[in-house]
C-alpha cells in the first residue's frame, strides 16, 4: 500500500519561506514524478511544480522564481521550498507521486492527504 506523507505547511507571513516535504513508502522501487499540486477555496486543483525521477521540474508560471522543487529518490522523498510567499499562495498543498513500482504491482497515481499553507498579509 503506497502511502505519501506530507509534512511543513502551516501559516507565514507575506514575504517569508516554508519548506514543504512529501515521503512515500509502500514497498516501492521506483517513482516517475513527484509533484505538488494546490487547491484554494473555490478554485481547482493545480499544479505548482513537478519533478522527475531524472531531475527535470516543470513549474507553473505563478511561482516561477519563487518556488523549488528537489527530490532525493533514495529517501523517496521530495521538497518544494517556497520563498517570497504571497497571500495567493494560499491553500492546500497535495503531494502526488505517479508511475510508482512497487513490490504488489504497478500504481498509475497517488495523492497525500494534503497539507494547508496559509499566508498573511
Known amino acids: 500500500q503506497v502511502q505519501l506523507v506530507e509534512s511543513g505547511g502551516g501559516l507565514v507571513q507575506a514575504g517569508g519561506s516554508l519548506r514543504l516535504s512529501c515521503t512515500a513508502s509502500?514497498?516501492?522501487?521506483?517513482?516517475?514524478?513527484m509533484g505538488w499540486y494546490r487547491q484554494a477555496p473555490g478554485k481547482q486543483r493545480e499544479l505548482v511544480a513537478d519533478i522527475s525521477s531524472g531531475g527535470t521540474t516543470k513549474y507553473a508560471d505563478s511561482v516561477k522564481g519563487r518556488f523549488t522543487i528537489s527530490r532525493d529518490n533514495g529517501k523517496k522523498t521530495v521538497y518544494l521550498q517556497m520563498n517570497s510567499l504571497k497571500p495567493e499562495d494560499t491553500a492546500v498543498y497535495y503531494c502526488?507521486?505517479?508511475?510508482?513500482?512497487?513490490?504488489?504491482?504497478?500504481?498509475?497515481?497517488?495523492w497525500g492527504q494534503g497539507t494547508q499553507v496559509t499566508v498573511s498579509l
Open positions: 509502500g514497498s516501492i522501487f521506483s517513482i516517475n514524478v
Open positions: 502526488n507521486a505517479n508511475r510508482i513500482v512497487t513490490k504488489s504491482g504497478y500504481v498509475p497515481d497517488h
